[in-house]
T-cell receptor, first 115, second 112 residues
Framework: EAQVTQNPRYLITVTGKKLTVTCSQN?????MSWYRQDPGLGLRQIYY???????DKGDVPEGYKVSRKEKRNFPLILESPSPNQTSLYFC??????????????FGPGTRLLVL | QKEVEQNSGPLSVPEGAIASLNCTYS??????FFWYRQYSGKSPELIMS????GDKEDGRFTAQLNKASQYVSLLIRDSQPSDSATYLC????????????FGTGTRLLVSP
């Protein structure tokens, strides 16, 4: 089954404690991206990756890092989380950068609370 | 920074009616537009894309694009309670589609 998986799905942590949210896809997609979703602000892009070792900043990259060492994985790293990073995070992948109904998939989301 | 504006709603329609969701965008040069549906607690799902002026139909969904007025609409015919969700409009920031800017979404409620 084609899917994007994220782990963990829920996480409560404290300020400053490094954490990683994993994202993995099984469709051999080249393009992957991370979004955060906040009430009243909608979905905002954090980082994206065009392929292995190719990553770039989205709209709100501050406080986040990513890596793309393998095609299937695109982890999101918060080196020193702060309360303003409390949010719902989505990973997405697609065959190409142009999204289509048939080739774009979102992960189930990770709800993060930073105390 | 490109902007995408949507009325947050909720937009309430009775079952069987036509729901009309609107989105305006700031960049006159935008060429591509996407509509996503997001059920409460779930991830977004792409349901429609439109690239040229006019209407594009897909089942009960019709996307309408008016580049001169800088708005794109999504019509849902014969609305069903299962259509109750938040609908997000998205516009690429560049021609390569790498960066998508999303509106804040319109919540649609379809009552039986």
């Amino acid at each position: 089954e084609a899917q994007v998986t994220q782990n963990p799905r829920y996480l409560i942590t404290v300020t400053g404690k490094k954490l990683t949210v994993t994202c993995s896809q099984n469709m051999n997609h080249e393009y992957m991206s991370w979004y955060r979703q906040d009430p009243g602000l909608g979905l905002r892009q954090i980082y994206y990756s065009m392929n292995v070792e190719v990553t770039d900043k989205g709209d709100v990259p501050e406080g986040y890092k990513v890596s793309r060492k393998e095609k299937r994985n695109f982890p999101l790293i918060l080196e020193s989380p702060s309360p303003n990073q409390t949010s719902l995070y989505f990973c997405a992948s697609s065959l190409t950068t142009r999204p289509t109904k048939e080739t774009q998939y979102f992960g189930p989301g990770t709800r993060l609370l930073v105390l | 920074q490109k902007e995408v504006e949507q009325n947050s709603g909720p937009l309430s329609v009775p079952e069987g009616a036509i729901a009309s969701l609107n989105c305006t965008y700031s960049d006159r040069g935008s060429q591509s537009f996407f509509w996503y549906r997001q059920y409460s607690g779930k991830s977004p799902e792409l349901i429609m894309s439109i690239y040229s002026n006019g209407d594009k139909e897909d089942g009960r969904f019709t996307a309408q694009l008016n580049k001169a007025s800088q708005y794109v609409s999504l019509l849902i015919r014969d609305s069903q309670p299962s259509d109750s969700a938040t609908y997000l409009c998205a516009v690429p920031m560049n021609t390569g589609f790498q960066k998508l800017v999303f509106g804040t979404g319109t919540r649609l409620l379809v009552s039986p």
